[in-house]
């Protein structure tokens, strides 16, 4: 198996905290070398810098507001992403987006947030990673908005259908294909061979929606292998291949 990149994984999180070496490590063993690490809110800042000081090589960090953070303090906690962003170097700025799901009072602030941070993403030249869910139409409403040559980046999780993917791919992003492609009724599985693999990365989202064997358990970076052997069996070519273009795909988002 050649070298897999984990493109969101919440590595911080209180979840790894009894043993997050021991999960780094069986990363390791699994060849997945490379963690690309969403933020959430200011408050979880502290835990994202600690990570990236810990495993300085392999953990890269993106900057960001996501949907359900946003509140009624939604402006001070976007200063803070602000400040940020221009204070040091991230390589996404992520995740960011609208989500229906918990909450659909807080959809205008969250699109004000959304344009906010696509427009300071496109400012530093980075890529924008998205947070979707129960959201697609809102989510593709602001892009067309902010779309240019500058926009760019990966519509996070994705699990949509083929028309929506192909829309995703033609605001240039790249598919971010999780655990959802296990799952019997993802649905995603039954068109993802009809997109070319250059649009494809892989994630976990760990610790959340963990692959089939392990769905409904804490997910982890290690478990990118089910994935990338269910993406292998959907397009009928090794996993190694697998690894090595979603990899490289992974490299021109990020710009490594």
């Not at 490379?34 to 933020?39: G, H, L, S």
């Not at 996501?66 to 602000?82: G, I, M, N, R």
């Not at 992520?94 to 909450?103: N, Q, T, V």
């Not at 947030?113 to 593709?140: N, S, Y």
């Amino acid at each position: 198996m050649k070298m897999l990149t984990d493109t969101h994984t919440h590595l911080y999180s209180e979840a790894f905290d009894e043993d997050r070496d021991a999960m780094m490590r069986r990363a390791e063993a699994a060849q997945v070398k490379r963690f690309f690490v969403p933020a959430i809110d200011s408050g979880y800042a502290d835990a994202m810098f600690a990570l990236e000081a810990a495993y300085p090589d392999r953990v890269f960090l993106m900057m960001g507001l996501h949907p359900t953070s946003v509140k009624e303090d939604y402006e001070s906690e976007l200063a803070f992403v602000e400040q940020e962003l221009f204070r040091r170097k991230f390589y996404a700025v992520g995740e960011i987006g609208i989500d229906l799901y918990w909450d659909t009072s807080t959809l205008e602030f969250q699109k004000i947030a959304f344009r906010k941070q696509i427009q300071w993403a496109k400012q530093l030249g980075l890529p924008i990673v998205i947070h979707c869910r129960d959201a697609f139409e809102e989510i593709f409403e602001v892009l067309e908005t902010e779309r240019d040559e500058k926009l760019y980046g990966i519509f996070h999780c994705f699990t949509g259908t083929l028309a929506q993917a192909q829309r995703a791919i033609g605001f240039n992003m790249k598919l971010g294909i999780g655990g959802v492609v296990t799952f019997k009724h993802g649905k995603i599985d039954t068109f993802l061979d009809q997109i070319d693999l250059k649009h494809l990365v892989l994630e976990t989202d760990a610790p959340y929606l963990a692959p089939v064997p392990y769905r409904g358990k804490r997910n982890e970076s290690s478990y990118l292998t089910y994935t990338c052997r269910k993406v292998a069996e959907i397009y009928g070519i090794s996993e190694a291949a697998v690894a090595q273009l979603t990899t490289q795909n992974s490299k021109e988002v990020f710009k490594l």
